[in-house]
């Protein structure tokens, strides 16, 4: 089991930053990946961001160049920092893990943090 808790989500003004956390209760090196997934009301879940065991990172192309997702070995936490935000980055946020244990892979979620753009 992974538990994975959310912090840092809340209102902003267009234009303005916030950095999200997920402490995990695992050693995040020895997991497949994670990252970040949004959900805006009336939508589907989508990715915006992982990072996986290595190291490498991948966006969504809504918010490459703004936001940057990065991680702490010695808290088990990962960041996204996202600058420029817009009002449509309005969503709840939700951190993830994919363990690959034993035969199979499973998913984890956090409880997820909103975050909400507007003047």
């Known amino acids: 089991q992974v538990q994975l808790v959310e912090s840092g989500g809340g209102l902003v003004q267009p234009g303005g930053s916030l950095r999200l956390s997920c402490a995990a209760s695992v050693n995040i090196f020895s997991v497949d990946a994670m990252g970040w997934y949004i959900q805006a009301p009336g939508k589907q879940r989508e990715l915006v961001a992982t990072?996986?065991?290595?190291?490498?990172?991948n966006y969504a192309a809504s918010v490459k160049d703004r936001f940057t997702i990065s991680r702490d070995g010695a808290k088990n936490t990962v960041y996204l920092q996202m600058y420029s935000l817009e009002p449509a980055d309005t969503a709840v946020y939700y951190c993830?893990?994919?363990?690959?244990?034993?035969?199979?892979?499973?998913?984890?979620w956090g409880q997820g943090t909103q975050v909400t753009i507007s003047s």
């Open positions: 993830y893990c994919k363990k690959t244990e034993g035969w199979r892979t499973r998913i984890y």
């Open positions: 990072i996986t065991s290595s190291g490498n990172t």
